[in-house]
Nanobody, 120 residues
Framework: QLVESGGGLVQPGDSLSLSCAASGRFFTSYAVGWFRQAPGKEREFVASVSRGGSNTHYSDSVKGRFTISRDNAKATVYLQMDSLNSDDTAVYYC???????????????WGRGTQVTVSS
């Protein structure tokens, strides 16, 4: 089970940190990705991190502004989001899978999402 938290309403330029807490003993066996879905749009890849945390990947739209990390001892993955703008408004989902790809179908387990709204 994956549970996202940390979403909310922020102003443009603000920062926000999301968490994805996992239950179960095999968290370290999975790569984790963050995805987002804005109203009327398809779900899109945001960032991913490998099982050990050493390899990370980002979409071009968030590269340089977002940072993904994981703490396997706490079975938690984080998404630090800086310099937020209105285009970042979406429901953010974390997902666990075998490899840290940008492809939705490669992820097996999904959380229910947390809403991030960037507005002045």
């Amino acid at each position: 089970q994956l549970v996202e938290s940390g979403g909310g309403l922020v102003q443009p330029g603000d920062s926000l940190s999301l968490s994805c807490a996992a239950s179960g003993r095999f968290f370290t066996s999975y790569a984790v990705g963050w995805f987002r879905q804005a109203p009327g749009k398809e779900r899109e890849f945001v960032a991913s991190v490998s099982r050990g945390g050493s390899n990370t990947h980002y979409s071009d739209s968030v590269k340089g502004r977002f940072t993904i990390s994981r703490d396997n001892a706490k079975a938690t993955v984080y998404l630090q989001m800086d310099s937020l703008n209105s285009d970042d408004t979406a429901v953010y989902y974390c997902a666990a899978g075998g490899v840290p790809t940008a492809t939705i179908r490669h992820y097996t387990y999904w959380g229910r999402g947390t809403q991030v709204t960037v507005s002045s």
